[in-house]
Nanobody, 129 residues
Framework: QVQLVESGGGLVQVGGSLSLSCDVS?????????????VGWFRQAPGKERSFVAG????????TYADPVKGRFTISRDDAKNTVHLQMNSLKPEDTADYYC?????????????????WGQGTQVTVSS
């Protein structure tokens, strides 16, 4: 079973930075492991639907970002540690949300992938003005 654990959330002031981590462990029933997974970060603010934030493909060479975070957030992966990071800079109040990471079994890490099958429990980010 694939398990994901997010960390790094917290309270930060407008303009500040946070770095989220997503630790991935385990394997699929077919034996696939982290190095073949794409990983995406999503967020859900109170009263809103969950939305895609950023994703990284299995090789680490392909990354994609939602328009609201382009130029401010950076996603990266460390295959040696089975971890994906989301560096968030220049934070705004509208970035306040619960942030979730998810494994994309297609390997792409794209926003519209239908392969997001395993999810973490989330970490809360609050940006105060």
């Amino acid at each position: 079973q694939v398990q994901l654990v997010e960390s790094g959330g917290g309270l930060v002031q407008v303009g500040g930075s946070l770095s989220l981590s997503c630790d991935v462990s385990g394997s699929t029933p077919s034996g696939r492991t982290f190095d073949s997974f794409g990983v995406g970060w999503f967020r859900q603010a109170p009263g809103k639907e969950r939305s895609f934030v950023a994703g990284v493909g299995w090789s680490g060479k392909s990354t994609t970002y939602a328009d609201p975070v382009k130029g401010r957030f950076t996603i990266s992966r460390d295959d040696a540690k089975n971890t994906v990071h989301l560096q968030m800079n220049s934070l705004k109040p509208e970035d306040t949300a619960d942030y979730y990471c998810a494994v994309d079994l297609t390997g792409s890490g794209l926003a519209r992938s239908t392969g997001y099958k395993f999810w973490g429990q989330g970490t809360q980010v609050t940006v105060s003005s």
